[in-house]
């Protein structure tokens, strides 16, 4: 089993940023990648951007590409979002994901992020 524990949300005005954590423990020794995701009011959850494990190498989204950027510490088995430039439409809950070799995923309990206009 593998548990994630999301931090780092909160309120923010438009133009600011914000850093999510997102801490992984339990059977990570497997992991393949972990990715954040976003859901907002009334629409589905969407994709935001990933990063590998063996090589580092994010993917974003085209709506936050030049904005975020995810990071890891492999020390820490932490992976983090980093957030700039954050408009209103990013109000969201923010969440993580775990996907390990054999195609099993994990999810975190999500954070809240809300810029206001």
């Known amino acids: 089993q593998v548990q994630l524990v999301e931090s780092g949300g909160g309120l923010v005005q438009a133009g600011g940023s914000l850093r999510l954590s997102c801490a992984a423990s339990?059977?990570?020794?497997?992991?393949?990648?972990m990715s954040w995701f976003r859901q907002a009011p009334g629409k589905e959850r969407e994709f935001v951007g990933t990063i590998r494990w063996s090589s580092s190498i994010p993917s974003y989204t085209e709506s936050v590409k030049g904005r975020f950027t995810i990071s890891r510490d492999n020390a820490k088995n932490t992976v983090f979002l980093q957030m700039n430039s954050l408009q209103p439409e990013d109000t969201a809950v923010y969440y993580c994901?775990?996907?390990?070799?054999?195609?099993?995923?994990?999810w975190g309990q999500g954070t809240q992020v809300n810029v206001s206009s």
């Open positions: 994901r775990l996907s390990n070799g054999r195609g099993i995923t994990y």
């Open positions: 339990g059977r990570t020794s497997s992991t393949y990648s």
